[in-house]
């Protein structure tokens, strides 16, 4: 939420940067993210009318400060229900989202622990809410046999 356009934004090229570096705010832990062409180009669109050096990526607009978690969760919310979403969706609903998603698409959990900071893939497991019908899909689709 405390991102700034220097973040993301070159402006001496006048291009969207290809990945950002944020520090972890529980753990203190840096992590580079890289942009993939799509988000790219969003934040390109994005940065056409809203790009202004020293300024939060987004912004309270009553304060021009960063938005507070509250406001976030209120965007989230607000948009989850004109999509008409059945499940209360959060904040965290969509880290985990991305989480599953990427689990459900083949990347391994290790790798997703690493990405969230977990410190045991007992959390990771968790968190992607990992099931017996999922369990068992991976036993039913061994070909043990010939």
């Known amino acids: 939420m405390k991102l700034t356009w220097e973040d993301v934004y070159d402006f001496e090229q006048n291009r969207v940067r ?3 570096t944020i520090t972890e705010k529980k753990t203190r832990k840096t992590k580079t993210i890289k942009f993939g062409n799509k988000i790219i180009k969003a934040l ?4 056409k009318k809203n790009a202004k050096s020293g300024c939060f990526l987004i912004e309270n607009n009553r304060t021009s400060k960063a938005i507070s ?3 976030a969760y209120r ?4 948009a989850a229900e004109k999509l008409k979403f059945a499940l209360k969706v959060s904040c965290h609903s969509l880290r985990k989202t991305f989480g599953y998603h990427a689990w459900k698409t083949g990347t391994s959990p290790v790798l997703i622990m690493k990405i969230f900071n977990h410190n045991s893939l007992a959390v990771t ?7 017996q019908d999922d369990m068992d899909i991976v036993y039913l689709s061994m070909k043990l046999v010939a």
């Open 18 to 20: 290809d990945a950002i």
């Open 44 to 47: 390109g669109h994005y940065a």
């Open 69 to 71: 978690r509250i406001q």
């Open 75 to 78: 965007i989230i919310r607000k």
């Open 125 to 131: 497991e968790r968190y992607l809410g990992i099931t």
